[in-house]
């Protein structure tokens, strides 16, 4: 398997609960690399290009919303399978699905401000980095 990177967002819930440094010590633990690390409120235009894919869905207001309420932790992430790392770390979104163990699973009881998010796949990864980093600060 190719090395791959990815993005990770710690949301505003997971800034706000002192989360930081709990969340991104999973990753590391695990043996991912961190390429990218910044604290940065997400405009409306840049939430929205984030998650594009979910226009008209019917969460989709408020988790527009959700996300530009305070600042949210960009973190890019590098190693082997980093894509499907993240988000097993991550847990399931539904809180009734994540496994104790995972992030969600251990601290999130809600669908929506769930604490983190990673990309879903090698071209969302390309496109959601290019988004909240550009090429001179992923190391
Ligand atoms: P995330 O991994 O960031 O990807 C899309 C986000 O939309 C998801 O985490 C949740 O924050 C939110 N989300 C997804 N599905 C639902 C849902 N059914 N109800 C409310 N929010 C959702």
Redesign the pocket.
């Known amino acids: 398997m190719e090395i791959e990177k990815t993005l990770i ?1 710690v ?1 505003p819930d997971g800034v706000q609960r002192g989360l930081i440094g709990e969340i991104i010590s999973r990753y590391e633990r695990k043996g991912l690399t961190l390429i990218g690390l910044k604290l940065v409120q997400l405009s409306r235009a840049k939430a929205e290009e984030l ?1 594009e894919v ?1 226009l008209g ?3 989709y207001d ?2 527009i919303d ?1 996300m530009t309420t305070t600042p949210i932790v960009a973190i890019g992430v590098e190693g082997k399978n980093a894509i499907q790392l993240a988000r097993l770390i ?1 847990g399931a ?1 539904d809180p009734l699905e994540s496994e104790p163990g995972s992030i969600r699973g251990d601290y999130s009881t809600d ?4 604490l ?3 990309s879903d796949c090698l071209e969302n990864a390309k496109r959601e980095l290019s988004i909240l980093f550009s090429p001179q600060e992923l190391c």
């Open positions: 967002l949301k998650y979910h869905q019917p969460f408020k988790l959700f991550n979104t669908i929506t401000e769930n983190v998010h990673a």
